[in-house]
């Protein structure tokens, strides 16, 4: 089966870093990705991780280990319209399913 | 580029009446559409697998006969709630994929359609 957790919510401060975490334990698992979502739209992508590291793009950075099963996002220099929910999702299988895990709900505060 | 559009994005219904969704990939070929469906305070769950010309693969619990989908072109999906009831009340989500396992290859959503069955 598939199983992705992630904490349900956090909390952080404007200009700050924040990390969140996912684990996931998926079969024919293929990479990782992270995406940003606001409230009653759909999801942007941020990363897509498939060999284990660090990958960073302008503010946000995502990491893998595949051994462990686990990734984060970090998010730099915190700003107010990073509030929203992130969704850690696996790839997996040969026709791409991505199963998605319920989502960190971000709020940042000033 | 790599833009999906869904039709409608807003859609109210009586209670046993059925409701199609479009969704197209406006400047790509998607070799496969999924459908996802998300209740509030709840993250994406995968309905349906559509490939081009084929039948699509439902996940488990998903009722294939209730939510039809046909993916008829390399644009276009379609996913109809037949005789919807107010717990299929929820926001309908599809995305496009170009290929397979191809590096750093995203699925590509679409806006949503927000479902409200009286």
């Known amino acids: 089966g598939q199983n992705i957790d992630q904490p349900t919510e956090m909390t952080a401060t404007e200009g700050a870093i924040v990390q969140i975490n996912c684990t996931y334990q998926?079969?024919?698992?293929?990479?990782l990705f992270w995406y940003q979502q606001h409230a009653g739209e759909a999801p942007t992508f941020l990363s897509y991780?498939?060999?284990?590291g660090l990958e960073e793009k302008g503010r946000f950075s995502s990491f893998l280990s595949r051994s462990k099963g686990y990734s984060y996002l970090l998010l730099k220099e915190l700003q107010m319209k990073d509030s929203a929910s992130y969704l850690c999702?696996?790839?997996?299988?040969?026709?791409?399913?991505?199963?998605f895990g319920i989502g960190t709900k971000l709020q940042v505060i000033p | 580029g790599a833009v999906v559009s869904q039709h409608p994005s807003w859609v109210i219904c009586k209670s046993g009446t059925s409701v199609k969704i479009e969704c197209r990939s406006l400047d790509f070929q998607a070799t496969t559409m999924f459908w996802y469906r998300q209740f509030p305070k709840q993250s994406l769950m995968l309905m349906a697998t559509?490939?081009?010309?084929?039948?699509?693969?439902?996940e488990q619990g998903v009722e294939k006969d209730k939510f039809l989908i046909n993916h008829a072109s390399l644009t276009l999906s379609t996913l109809t709630v037949t005789s919807a009831h107010p717990e299929d009340s929820s926001f309908y989500i599809c995305s496009a994929s170009t290929g397979w396992r191809e590096r750093g290859e995203t699925q590509y959503f679409g806006p949503g359609t927000r479902l409200l069955v009286l």
């Open positions: 999702a696996a790839l997996s299988g040969g026709y791409q399913k991505v199963t």
């Open positions: 559509s490939n081009e010309g084929s039948k699509a693969t439902y």
């Open positions: 991780n498939v060999l284990d």
């Open positions: 998926t079969s024919g698992f293929n990479g």
